[in-house]
């Protein structure tokens, strides 16, 4: 399937209603919230893609939009929902993710505030410029806050979103080098959906140890 409006509107759609059934399962379980909504939020991502497309590329308020929530918000959201999600066993090593987050986050706010964020349509993908200083330190940064907390996180299914969210950014960087920013992100979007199964799954085990916490309450 090639991108277009057509397509970003569509996937987006479907993501997002995913992400929201994904919140649902979730609202039992305050920690899983974040992770639990990111499919809504790349989603939504996709919609704003959408009309990026509409309107031919350009500098205007959605490819603002689309550049905060893909760049400074996701360096931030995905480690902090990750260290959430995390028994706290486990969150010590994710620290320096989140770190890694924080800083990343931090400059590319920074350059989104100084400078203009420009979007051109280049055949059935979309490239986006932003000129940022030492891009590969700061991609560096990204992944390591993005990809680096999933695979760090000790929880299987994360691991695998991790995985395939890895290696959806290898061949985005391979395939369109230009567009490699709007490709991956569509990528991880698909790939979200994911995220449902894990709430799911997370539901259905606090499920059976609540009940055997209850049975055990029970006996004489």
Same mark, same amino acid.
């Given at each position: 399937?090639?991108?277009?409006?057509?397509?970003?509107?569509?996937?987006?759609?479907?993501?997002?209603?995913?992400?929201?059934?994904?919140?649902?399962?979730? @609202?039992?379980?305050?920690?899983?919230?974040?992770?639990?909504?990111?499919?809504?939020?790349?989603?939504?991502?996709?919609?704003?893609?959408?009309?990026?497309?509409?309107?031919?590329?350009?500098?205007?308020?959605?490819?603002?939009?689309?550049?905060?929530?893909? *760049?400074?918000?996701?360096?931030?959201?995905?480690?902090?929902?990750?260290?959430?999600?995390?028994?706290?066993?486990?969150?010590?090593? &994710?620290?320096?993710?989140?770190?890694?987050?924080?800083?990343? @986050?931090?400059? &590319?706010?920074?350059?989104?505030?100084?400078?203009?964020?420009?979007?051109?349509?280049?055949?059935?993908?979309?490239?986006?410029?932003?000129? *940022?200083?030492?891009?590969?330190?700061?991609?560096?940064?990204?992944?390591?806050?993005?990809?680096?907390?999933? *695979?760090?996180?000790?929880?299987?299914?994360?691991?695998?979103?991790?995985?395939?969210?890895? @290696?959806?950014?290898?061949?985005?960087?391979?395939?369109?080098?230009?567009?490699?920013?709007?490709?991956?992100?569509?990528?991880?979007?698909?790939?979200?959906?994911? &995220?449902?199964?894990?709430?799911?799954?997370?539901?259905?085990?606090?499920?059976?140890?609540?009940?055997?916490?209850?049975?055990?309450?029970?006996?004489?």
């Amino acid at each position: 399937m090639c991108w277009s409006a057509t397509a970003d509107l569509a996937a987006g759609t479907g993501i997002a209603a995913v992400g929201a059934v994904a919140v649902a399962l979730a @609202a039992r379980r305050p920690r899983d919230l974040p992770l639990a909504a990111l499919p809504l939020l790349l989603g939504a991502h996709q919609i704003v893609e959408a009309v990026v497309w509409h309107h031919d590329g350009g500098t205007g308020p959605a490819t603002l939009i689309w550049a905060v929530i893909a *760049l400074p918000l996701l360096a931030l959201w995905v480690p902090a929902a990750v260290l959430c999600a995390v028994p706290p066993g486990a969150r010590r090593r &994710l620290l320096i993710p989140l770190a890694a987050g924080a800083a990343t @986050a931090a400059v &590319l706010a920074h350059a989104l505030a100084t400078r203009t964020v420009s979007a051109e349509i280049r055949g059935h993908t979309v490239g986006y410029s932003l000129g *940022l200083p030492h891009p590969a330190l700061v991609v560096a940064g990204y992944l390591l806050a993005t990809v680096g907390s999933l *695979l760090l996180s000790g929880d299987r299914g994360l691991i695998l979103f991790g995985v395939l969210v890895a @290696a959806g950014a290898a061949v985005s960087l391979v395939l369109w080098r230009r567009e490699y920013i709007s490709t991956w992100c569509a990528f991880a979007a698909v790939c979200s959906v994911l &995220l449902t199964l894990w709430v799911e799954r997370r539901r259905a085990a606090g499920a059976v140890s609540g009940a055997g916490s209850g049975s055990v309450r029970m006996r004489p």
